[in-house]
């Protein structure tokens, strides 16, 4: 079996998911006849597409399974996810040519939540600016003062309420917020629980001060914070994205941020990595970072181990944990996943 990694090169530091430490698969696959070839770009996937039997990527660094790489990639049996989500493969084309679509559900959720609030933290107190003065040998406190706000007493609306959503809202609700969000799939035993209602869309995206996107990229939601809803916003409302850079617009979001009618924060973008001359990298005042959110170190001994777990099953030809799956047997497994319209 062929096995094609795409991991980014290190510099002068590593990671499990690294060229150089390959998540472990060199020790996993030894003594064994499956060859494992690593590449650290996207555009190298095309030199090995064709006869490989999986592909196994990150949502920080993904090798992008189109329709056209998986017409040409006649043994491709299985794509993994070194993390969450499935966006850089074309679900169509993998439901039609019958490739297996895998995920590490739970690996960096805890994560990723811990990351939503910093980054709705940050975007309120206006650190970035405080920070800049700091760096650059300023004292100009009213610049930074006349836009910091506390978070108490702020409406926080999150958008996508699966099991990250939630740990957001669990870690929000000690700053005696007012916490709402919107989800195809209304969770009422946890609204009790959390102290969150359900609202409309269109309800919070005009009442939220704080909007956080931790909703999957599907047909559905690929920009769905469009001009009209981010003209829809509260003025100077902070939206945080560290779910995936196609859900916002990518151009509408920088003429709001430019003009003064949000913050915009996160860690993701697209594509993924995003060109040098990418709109987002010349925005003031954001808390935009690299996609590093779900990549801490413990979050990658998650992946690893999920991603052993699949393989395993895969090598010894039994099913794959249903919990993993994304697409199997010609169809979308994960609710998750499911177009609405």
Request: charged share 25%; glycine share 6%.
């Amino acid at each position: 079996m062929k096995i094609l990694a795409l991991f980014p090169e290190a510099t002068t530091a590593t990671q499990l998911l690294s060229k150089e430490k390959t998540l472990g698969l060199d020790e996993f696959l030894k003594n064994t006849e499956h060859k494992l070839t690593i590449v650290t770009s996207d555009k190298e996937v095309d030199d090995y597409i064709e006869d490989v039997d999986v592909v196994i990527s990150s949502p920080f660094l993904p090798a992008y399974i189109t329709k056209e790489r998986a017409n040409k990639a006649k043994n491709l049996k299985l794509a993994i996810t070194a993390g969450i989500g499935s966006d850089h493969v074309d679900l169509d084309a993998a439901i039609d040519k019958g490739i297996t679509v895998a995920e590490i559900p739970g690996s960096n959720n805890v994560s990723v939540a811990e990351q939503n609030v910093m980054e709705a933290l940050l975007l309120l107190r206006n650190y970035e600016e405080g920070h800049r003065q700091a760096e650059e040998g300023e004292w100009d406190l009213p610049k930074v003062g006349a836009k910091a706000h506390d978070m108490f007493g702020k409406t926080i609306g999150i958008f996508g309420f699966g099991r990250i959503g939630q740990l957001t809202a669990e870690r929000l609700k000690p700053f005696e917020v007012h916490l709402q969000y919107n989800d195809p799939y209304r969770k009422e035993d946890i609204e009790e629980k959390l102290g969150i209602k359900y609202v409309d869309f269109d309800i919070l995206v005009k009442t939220s001060d704080v909007i956080i996107i931790q909703s999957p990229l599907t047909k559905d939601t690929k920009n769905k914070f469009d001009k009209d809803v981010i003209c829809n916003l509260k003025d100077s409302a902070v939206l945080v994205n560290c779910a995936r850079g196609g859900i916002v617009e990518r151009n509408a979001i920088a003429e709001a941020v430019n003009r003064g009618k949000v913050r915009y924060g996160g860690d993701v973008w697209y594509p993924q990595p995003a060109p040098k001359n990418h709109p987002w990298r010349s925005l003031e005042q954001t808390g935009l970072t690299v996609h590093y959110s779900g990549m801490t170190v413990e979050a990658q001994g998650r992946i690893q181990k999920g991603v052993f777990e699949i393989l395993t099953s895969f090598m010894e030809n039994n099913p794959i944990e249903e919990t993993y799956l994304i697409v199997a047997n010609h169809k979308v497994a994960n609710k998750s996943y499911q177009t609405q319209n």
